[in-house]
């Protein structure tokens, strides 16, 4: 086993034994909130069967837990955002075309786009009503609606990024542009679940809520890398360049490598529609982002993110997350 790969099980292995039995207690738990036999939880089982990290779960959970042992109370927040969050897989895969989550087929593809956008929003709703009937509703759900707004409207902004510059409602591929699109679409729900768990123990929320959004971004920009530099489960690399996705490393290229050719070459791949863009394009604008700096960039990003959440101290309450998190882009990483 290479040294690389050693670090990687590490890392995992200390969140595993963090997790310890509330990762089994989450699946208990979701388990009871989709049971039944009509077609909604039927289709919501079969997307959380899928798989993923229940980072969103897990995160209030434990947080709660180890700042002052209430994790139960956490648990029902912690499910109802893991049912949020895949609500938004299943809408994101449809808006994005994508027939496979991590070596299935998608929801839309397995039943069709409106039972998709269906099961999406009664996810949704399902999670709002499991977060009203914990017993400081009034206090969290309104955070939780907010997170919401955030993360549609970050979704929003990511196909603002997609448009032809002479559309109406593009917004150009800049690193501030994709941190404001990042900071909606996926940190919101990263600062809400830390917020949540501090909530739940009587502890500072809105420090956990800063700890989790920067976490989220950390997540956002490795997910961007990983598309790049390893597999993100759709059985095939680069997908999102090929979606035409305006990442953080095709943001860094376009916005801040010198003007030139290889910048030129990924602006044509970015632009070119999904169904025209061939295998060889790919390769091109892998290249032409290698090329550029943008690749490494990322990474100097992404490991700067991990070494500043390191030092925090709810990092000592969440053990091994940060590691974990990098572990599928560490080869890559200064």
């Not at 050719?261 to 394009?281: F, G, H, K, L, Y």
Request: aromatic share 6%; glycine share 8%.
């Amino acid at each position: 086993m290479g040294s690389i790969q050693r670090v990687q099980d590490d890392a995992r292995a200390r969140w595993t034994a963090a997790c310890g039995p509330w990762t089994a207690r989450v699946a208990e738990h979701v388990d009871q909130v989709l049971s039944g036999d009509a077609l909604m939880p039927e289709i919501a089982r079969y997307q959380l069967a899928s798989g993923g990290k229940r980072l969103r779960a897990l995160i209030p959970v434990l947080l709660a837990e180890r700042l002052a042992g209430e994790g139960e109370s956490a648990l029902p927040l912690g499910v109802a955002l893991e049912l949020l969050h895949n609500g938004t897989l299943v809408h994101d895969d449809l808006q994005d075309g994508d027939t496979v989550r991590r070596g299935l087929p998608s929801v839309w593809t397995a039943w069709d786009p409106a039972q998709a956008i269906n099961s999406g929003s009664w996810l949704f709703f399902r999670a709002l009503k499991l977060a009203h009937e914990h017993p400081k509703a009034a206090v969290i759900v309104p955070y939780i609606l907010d997170a919401m707004i955030a993360i549609v409207s970050g979704q929003a902004q990511e196909f603002q990024l997609q448009q032809p510059v002479d559309a109406s409602d593009h917004i150009p591929a800049s690193l501030a542009n994709w941190h404001a699109m990042a900071d909606g679409k996926t940190a919101a729900l990263f600062g809400v679940a830390a917020r949540c768990g501090a909530l739940v123990a009587n502890a500072d929320h809105d420090d956990a809520a800063s700890f989790g959004r920067n976490l989220g971004l950390m997540f956002q920009i490795q997910d961007d890398l990983l598309d790049l530099v390893g597999n993100k489960g759709r059985n095939a690399r680069a997908t999102d360049l090929c979606e035409g996705k305006i990442s953080y490393p095709v943001a860094w290229a376009l916005s801040e490598a010198p003007a030139g050719p290889d910048v030129e070459t990924i602006r044509r791949v970015v632009t070119t529609p999904r169904a025209e863009t061939t295998d060889d394009q790919v390769s091109e604008g892998l290249a032409a982002l290698e090329a550029t700096g943008a690749i490494a960039e990322t990474a100097r990003a992404v490991a700067e993110y991990g070494r500043t959440l390191s030092s925090h101290p709810l990092c000592d309450k969440l053990p091994g997350l940060v590691a974990a998190v990098l572990a599928p882009v560490r080869h890559v990483l200064p």
